[in-house]
């Protein structure tokens, strides 16, 4: 796919938390824990740290940036305490400028009354339209950035009303349509997580090897990289609280249906995390290998396969395997050309991608090329690449995608937000090939899919493939803007954010 996205906004962030009871500095696990997911945001990016009752923050945008040795005892003073979480992001929700961006870099601090609550947020809320009221109402100063500073304040007033974290956060699960995985500490040094009902998005726990360190993480990497022992991801609807014992785990709304976002498992996950007991770059290779299966005379009419580096990589190794086609690694990715090009306008989107992917002409001349890709969202990435092959001389280039035909948007935290952008919605696979000037577009199917996953169709999100939202919000919204758009109407921005197709 290698896109990130339209208007400089993304799959919404990851997040990382930590708590020592050595009293040591934990900004050193935080940092490598945020820092091994910097590929789940590239905008912008923020550490927050708890000591005596206090706050300390930074935020900047970019990267996480390089710490240097000489340096590291500055850090310590600007971001003191045993307790910290951290987020990096890519936009969403609210407006995609600088300054707006700025002001939606994450953590958050929310205070009323002597209370206060810091919040590390993964996700997208639907119904965004009555909790801004709602905040506007409880808050005087009250102004809207994005969702990660609704949740913030809607956990601050259920502990103002509630004086009581699960209840607070039992609130905020039974108020919000949408994805949000959370971990935060309260005014009072207490730490915890939780997950949406429906568990959309990751979130795992994990403790150093002396049971001293505890943590939370969009994946697993992070905790790999701090050398932490993975325990367990945490189920939808539940609530981690921790203390020295280790971690207290509440179930906060019974029976909720299980609805992990498959699109981590094709696309945004980094290829060593664990998702449901495997790594993440097993389930891309099983990919591939369907596909093979799925388009046998394709497969043998191909003389080479080629990668879309780097998400593609995996898939090309199933194909390899299944086929015996040789992977010519004959695409190269500029590694210090970090922009995702779905997060870029238009104009910029062709200079970036052209520059981005490097392919080496000699290798694919007078080749029957088969190329391996995440995903088709808008199609242009695709479209560059083709060319590219046609100008070094490929005589066929057909694209073996892992991830279903998207066909509706995602109002969870990946920013495809419209009909309109989607390929996809509008044409079948035979048009979209015409379009991107493949001689064929495979598209893996959703049952190969669901088989590789190894998990049920009812316990994955797949909406952006089948049109089933789990959550009622985001299917009314996606039902009353998908007859406006066949109908010809203009859409206007991200639908869950139009004023008139709110509840």
Known sequence: MHTQREKGTTTGCGIFGVINYENQHVFPYVYWGLRAQNHRGHQSHGFLTYSNGEFYAYKSLDLVPKVKSDAIHEWFSRLPGSIGIANVRYTTSGKCDEVSIVQGTQPFIAAIDGLKVALSFNGNIVNTQPLRKEMAENFSNFIYNCDSDLVCHKMLLGLKQTNDLVLAAKGVMESLDGAFSVTGITGDGTFFAFKDPHGIKPLCAGHDPNSKTYAFSSETVSLDMNSFVRDFELNPGELVIVS?????????????????????????????SIFNHKYVYEIREDFGRNIVKEYPQIAKDGDIIISVPETGDDSAMGVHE????????????????????????????????????????AKVKDKNVIITEDSIVRGDTNSIIIEKMRKAGAKKVYVFVTFPRIIGPCFYGIDMSSYGQLIGSRHSSEEIAKIIGADGVCYQSLEGLIKAIGTKEDELCLACVTGKYPTPCAQKIADIMKNRFQEGCEEKGRIYENDDVQP
Do not use: M
Not at 256 to 266: G, I, L, Q, S, V
Not at 333 to 342: C, K, L, N, Q
Not at 353 to 358: E, G, L, R, V
């Open 322 to 361: 299944a086929s015996g086609l040789r992977w010519e690694r004959a695409s190269r990715r500029h590694r210090y050309v970090t922009e995702r090009a779905f997060i870029l306008l238009n104009a910029e989107r062709y200079s970036t991608i052209d520059k981005k992917i490097n392919i080496l002409d």
């Open 244 to 272: 020295k014992d280790g971690f207290k785990r509440i179930q906060v709304i019974p029976n909720p249906r299980h609805a992990f976002c498959a699109f981590e498992y094709a696309y945004f996950a980094r290829p060593d």
